[in-house]
């Protein structure tokens, strides 16, 4: 196992080639987005004009003129004045210091507690973690705002003293992300090889944890930002911030007080809130996308130094479509209980194809059943994680889980004929789901339907439409489920060995229906397969499984190439023997490409 690991850290394993170019990257990519460049540009005017207030304007934002009370803009009030007669511009100039001070201190505040926490949390897990994880899910279940306003009555209305509350507030957030990045990584070879090698955890942490955190921290920092600068201008507006400063928050209350006499005043501060938090939101967006596109699918090249990072991205809810953490699934059995998955973790993004191999009974299809929620009923499950498009699958009820399944998160089980209902045409079995989770009218389902089977490649769609399974072919009887599947355009697809009771001669074709459908319609897809022939036909990354747990996580390519677990060579050797169609894959370590880009 440590042979190829050592391969990526030559004499020091903490000089893992991958980490070491990722580091120089998250920074300077936004800066190609467009989106990220103009909110990054207003973001700055804005911070310039809030600093620079005492240039741009000679007035002051506390002073009262009463005898310019609502004085239209124009002459010494560029925006006008307020109810007293105070600048409306100096006081949005400088109000603007209060808010983004405030923020400031926030997301300050949030970020000292929250980043080492996570990252001692992650990384030593055991008693530490559980005692952070309690404390955090402590102060996440408090309300915030009761929090804040028991904050302001002990320590009185200081808005940069309340903000600082709000970081504590908003820590948990921070923690729960770095850890669950820590955790993704902690476990990966490269850093395995750096502890081997002796490296100290403070060094490891900085060369091989750090750059993984960096760029989920700084969106969510973004993100953070804007509540903040809401969160503030809400405890301005309500009167309950440092008394007399100039802030958006008391322009807007000053403005909600003369809504009838003079409504404009609500302009000016709006304005600013808006598009300052605005800004925040898009940059947050346009950052993910910027600083997180190393580990999409289609950025992943053949020989990428990226690619060596198999599971580093963080198990965030934003870009991650699935979400384990530490599945376990067990069965009572005569001497207590009986653990089929073990510990498996597993992120999937849209449009990212994950293969799940293993040998026969290592818990491929109770991991995926378990994801499904469709664990018999003596089956129990239980993970740190299970999240699906940012929500927690492990929260929801049986009506909310069935909601899902099949809507958004479909299924291609193994045996296309026993899936299919003998008693009913495929084309009532194809409508079905689509009226109940599409809402659509019979017509709008045949049609549909219809569709549908034709794209998935049946030549007499109408004929099978009113077919009964037993008149149709295996091949055919998977295809009408694999329409099924995609009916109602789900955004996860689990297939079980969707080729396994067909005949050799469909299953390439299946196997190409599914990867063109996956393209087509960016699904993540979780392909359950004990065949390496399929998962390097169409998987993007692989998680091979040994007795219930995940022993390798690899983009595909580099399973191939250079396996790193020992059973994973071994299922290769075994799988690959005197099979001549995949010699060239087999051959590529010997051509030294692969290990040349690491080293
Ligand atoms: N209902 C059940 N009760 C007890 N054990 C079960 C049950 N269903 C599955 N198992 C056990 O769980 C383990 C994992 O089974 P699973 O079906 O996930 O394996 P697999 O890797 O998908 O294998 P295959 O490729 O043969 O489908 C097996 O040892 C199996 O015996």
């Keep these: 196992m440590k042979r190829s690991a050592t391969r990526d850290t030559p004499g020091t394993p903490g000089s893992a080639p991958g980490a070491a170019r990722r580091r120089g990257r998250p920074l300077g990519r936004p800066l190609r987005h467009p989106v ?15 600093v620079c207030a005492p240039l741009l304007t000679s007035a002051s934002p506390t002073r009262a003129t009463l005898a310019d009370a609502f004085a239209p803009p124009g002459g010494g009030h560029p925006l006008g004045a307020d109810s007293v007669g105070r600048d409306v511009l100096a006081r949005l100039l400088y109000g603007g210091r209060v808010s983004l001070l405030g923020g400031f201190i926030a997301v300050a505040v949030a970020l000292l507690i929250g980043v080492p ?19 955090a899910s402590l102060v996440m279940a408090a309300p915030a705002i009761m929090v804040l306003l028991v904050s302001i009555a002990a320590i009185g209305p200081d808005t940069n003293a309340t903000m600082a509350v709000l970081g504590i507030i908003l820590a948990p957030g921070g923690f729960r992300l770095v850890r669950a990045s820590v955790t993704s990584v902690r476990e990966e070879l490269y850093v395995d090889a750096a502890r081997v090698s002796g490296l100290g955890d403070t060094r490891i942490v900085r060369r091989h944890i750090l750059p993984v955190v960096q760029a989920p921290t700084i969106v969510q920092s973004a993100q953070m930002f804007g509540v903040a600068v809401v969160i503030q201008a809400g405890i301005e507006f309500l009167g309950l911030g440092s008394a007399g400063q100039a802030s958006w928050g008391a322009m807007l209350n000053d403005a909600f007080a003369n809504l009838y006499t003079k ?14 938090v605005a800004a925040l939101g898009l940059l947050a967006n346009a950052l993910r996308d910027a600083l997180l596109e190393t580990d999409t699918p289609a950025a992943r090249r053949p020989g990428r130094p990226g690619a060596a990072r198999p599971s580093a991205l963080p ?32 992120t999937v993004r849209r449009g990212e194809v994950v293969g799940l191999v293993g040998e026969s009974g290592s818990g491929k299809s109770q991991t995926a059943f378990a994801i499904l929620g469709l664990l018999p009923p003596e089956g129990r499950s239980e993970a740190d994680r299970l999240s699906f498009d940012g929500r927690d699958l492990r929260a929801l009820g049986r009506k909310e889980r069935n909601a899902l399944r099949g809507c958004r998160i479909a299924y291609v089980p193994q045996e296309p004929m026993s899936n299919l209902d003998p008693a009913f045409r495929i084309g009532t079995q194809l409508i079905d789901p689509m009226r109940r989770h599409l809402k659509l009218t019979a017509r709008e389902a045949r049609e549909k339907a219809l ?34 599947a995609v009916s109602c355009d789900p955004d996860l697809l689990i297939a079980d060995e969707p080729t396994t009771a067909l005949d050799v001669t469909v299953q390439a074709d299946v196997l190409d229906l599914l990867r063109e459908l996956q393209r087509e319609r960016r699904m993540g897809l ?7 022939g399929v998962v390097a036909d169409i998987c993007d990354r692989v998680a091979v499984m040994r ?32 099979t001549p169609p995949r010699t060239p894959l087999r051959q590529a370590p010997a051509t030294g490409t692969s290990l040349q880009e690491k080293v």
């Design 36 to 50: 990220a460049v103009v909110c990054l540009v207003l973001l700055a005017l804005i911070v310039a004009a809030s």
């Design 263 to 276: 409504p404009s005043l609500l302009v000016a501060p709006g304005l600013a809130i808006v598009i300052t």
């Design 547 to 578: 007795s219930g747990q995940v022993v390798e996580t690899a983009p595909a390519e580099r399973l191939f190439t250079e396996p790193r677990h020992e059973y994973t060579r071994m299922l290769l050797d075994s799988t690959l023997e005197n």
């Design 315 to 346: 198990a965030r809810g934003d870009d991650s479509l699935l979400a384990v953490e530490n599945l376990r699934v067990t069965y009572p059995a005569r001497d207590g209980e009986r653990t089929v998955v073990d510990g498996v973790s597993l």
């Design 117 to 135: 926490t996570g990252l001692l949390a992650g990384y030593y897990r055991g008693r530490l973690d559980a005692v952070i994880s309690w404390l």
């Design 451 to 484: 569709a549908l089977l034709e794209r998935v490649g049946i030549a007499e769609p109408e004929r099978v439409y009113h077919a009964y399974p037993h008149q149709i072919s295996g091949g055919m009887a998977q295809r009408v489920l694999i329409a099924g």
């Design 526 to 532: 979780i392909l359950v397969t004990h065949n390496f």
